[in-house]
């Protein structure tokens, strides 16, 4: 469906395009994958699998949610990509610094086909510069939850 993010693995944001950096290649639960899509196959021309940039969720529990922050590490601006079951309907995604202290909360965002993301610039709640370090984020959707990581550069 044109509608759907298709979950590419760490594109160019809005505000670069239009580029031909980035990573294009698609994520294997994107809807444009083959498997995501047995009538039509393969949807596009990038193939399927992230490079090592892109940095995994660490845990997952529950209802088979997956998440993934790319680029990482980035130097300001990252995006947080979660898929689950379409019947969640509802996501929370958090982020934490490493003193466990709540840094920026992206509540109750819709969903459409189980697919969802945030986009993180380096800031805060309170929109201020957030120092370089490593920050985790937790993603809650439904029943299930994932947890990752971002390393922010400065």
Same mark, same amino acid.
């Given at each position: 469906s044109i509608d759907q993010d298709p979950l590419f693995c760490a594109p160019e944001l809005c505000g670069d395009a239009p580029t031909t950096s980035g990573d294009y290649t698609l994520n294997e639960l994107s809807p444009a994958a083959a498997e995501q899509s047995p009538v039509c196959g393969l949807i596009g021309a990038f193939d399927v699998g992230c490079s090592a940039t892109s940095v995994e969720s660490d845990v997952s529990h529950g209802i088979?949610?997956?998440?993934?922050?790319?680029?990482?590490p980035t130097r300001g601006v990252?995006?947080?990509?979660?898929? &689950?079951?379409?019947?969640?309907g509802f996501a929370t995604v958090l982020l934490y610094d490493v003193r466990g202290r709540l840094v920026r909360e992206?509540?109750?965002?819709?969903?459409?086909?189980?697919?969802?993301? !945030?986009?993180?610039?380096?800031?805060?709640?309170? &929109?201020?510069?957030?120092?370089?370090? !490593?920050?985790?984020?937790? !993603?809650?959707?439904?029943?299930?939850?994932?947890q990752g990581r971002v390393v922010l550069l400065r």
């Open positions: 088979g949610l997956w998440s993934s922050a790319t680029p990482n990252t995006q947080i990509a979660f898929a &689950g079951p379409s019947s969640a992206w509540a109750q965002r819709v969903i459409k086909e189980g697919f969802g993301n !945030v986009i993180w610039d380096g800031t805060d709640r309170h &929109g201020l510069a957030t120092p370089a370090g !490593v920050y985790f984020y937790r !993603v809650r959707m439904g029943t299930g939850e994932s």
